[in-house]
DNA sequence: GCCGCATGGTTTTATGATGCAACCACACAA
DNA sequence: TTGTGTGGTTGCATCATAAAACCATGCGGC
């Protein structure tokens, strides 16, 4: 099979989240979604990807609970794509790519915008890595962990 | 011209991140560098993947300066890829990759490893995105701003 | 009621990227 | 010098990607 490898049965959390995420373009509809887009034609425009290529990571997107889609809403017979808490709860990774390249871009001034705390209009904190106790982690402050076997409810 | 629709000149910082770290394998062989391999056969073995496509994209890493080729360490005559700044920069992205298919996966049992402290052996906290004066923010607190324009140094 | 146009896709087709396998190069050991 | 392990590159079949053309539906004008 040379179908691109896969991650759906991996058991690395990392693996698993790539997968269902897809590739670059499923990242830029997030970030259009998160944004407030929904229409098929603004996702088009906004983006100017091909049709069928946005046909096919709308549809891959939905089918991963990522964006789901709504009947109308503006009285069109056509369909919207919403963000499900699935889709919402990728904030943070986009956030975190777009810390890094504020961070570490080669050409900085390229970067078009700075996303900040609306209530002040100052630039949000780096992201952390902290403790349960609230200490901040460094990687090397962190290991992995065999997850603990999970207690079945209904195992008497 | 077909070629992947490069995002090189993209003012998106998100899209400029996703030019860098280039595909699923750059951001598992970047996992894998994070938990101290270095070798190109490490690698193979680790993550499984044809050695040319290992080749092609650890050139790819260090070209974006995510991974430096360093001369041997061991005494043989090969090289060694290591992790730049830039690219142990690349953590909290993958933290949060991490923990969005903890929130969120739909068979999470299959996942193996959890990310916890080293000191106290618990789970790290969720990545929160904070305000300059520590507030938390949720993605409806936050706003685009284009970029104040670059104060040139050298114009007078 | 049919023309034209906008929206929302699907189909067609070429090219490019992917990945397996085979091959090459070098170091070192027997 | 032959063998073995490491670190790659090359060849080639196959799959996925993306541009463009095409199809379908809704709607306003007339």
């Not at 179908?3 to 991996?10: L, P, Q």
């Not at 915008?113 to 952390?128: C, F, S």
Request: charge should be positive; hydrophobic fraction near 40%.
């Amino acid at each position: 099979m040379v179908k691109r490898t896969s991650f759906e049965g991996d058991s690395c959390p990392i693996a698993r989240s790539l997968e269902a995420l897809g590739d670059w373009w499923s990242f830029l509809i997030i970030r259009e979604a998160l944004f407030g887009l929904r229409r098929f034609g603004e996702f088009q425009n906004k983006l100017g990807l091909a049709k069928n290529i946005l046909s096919v990571r709308l549809r891959s997107l939905v089918d991963h609970g990522i964006l789901a889609t709504a009947p109308a809403s503006d009285g069109s017979a056509y369909q919207e794509y919403v963000l499900t808490p699935k889709g919402r709860g990728t904030f943070p990774i986009l956030v975190a790519l777009r810390q890094w390249s504020e961070e570490f871009d080669d050409a900085p001034e390229e970067i078009a915008t700075i996303l900040v705390d609306r209530a002040k209009g100052r630039p949000v904190k780096k992201l952390e890595m902290r403790a349960e106790d609230g200490r901040l982690l460094s990687p090397a402050d962190t290991m992995l962990k065999p997850r603990p076997a999970p207690r079945r409810r209904s195992a008497h």
